[in-house]
């Protein structure tokens, strides 16, 4: 089991920048799938970035080129860099991990004003 506790969320004017934290319980040098969707109000959860079984990383493209994923195996913690931020990027995000099944963490909310 996999437990995924997400911070870093806040409130930020739109062309600011915020770094999600998603911190694992155990170990994730052995999870290949990781990655942030996100909900905005009455809309349904996207795919944000992830990191592919391939070893690739998949961005939506409405934050190619502004958001970047990461992570640090040591730490047992994945990130998301958002940097010129939109008020569409509004919403709560989600951290996932797929270890036989898909882990989700409880959510951060992001708001950006304009």
């Known amino acids: 089991q996999v437990q995924l506790v997400e911070s870093g969320g806040g409130l930020v004017q739109a062309g600011g920048s915020l770094r999600l934290s998603c911190a694992a319980s155990?170990?994730?040098?052995?999870?290949?799938?990781m990655g942030w969707f996100r909900q905005a109000p009455g809309k349904q959860r996207e795919l944000v970035a992830d990191f592919t079984d391939g070893g690739t990383i998949n961005y939506a493209d409405s934050v190619k080129g502004r958001f970047t994923i990461s992570r640090d195996n040591s730490k047992n913690t994945m990130y998301l860099q958002m940097s010129s931020l939109k008020p569409e990027d509004t919403g709560v995000y989600y951290c996932y991990a797929d270890r036989l099944y898909r882990y989700w963490g409880q959510g951060t909310q992001v708001t950006v004003s304009s």
């Open positions: 155990g170990s994730i040098s052995s999870i290949n799938v």
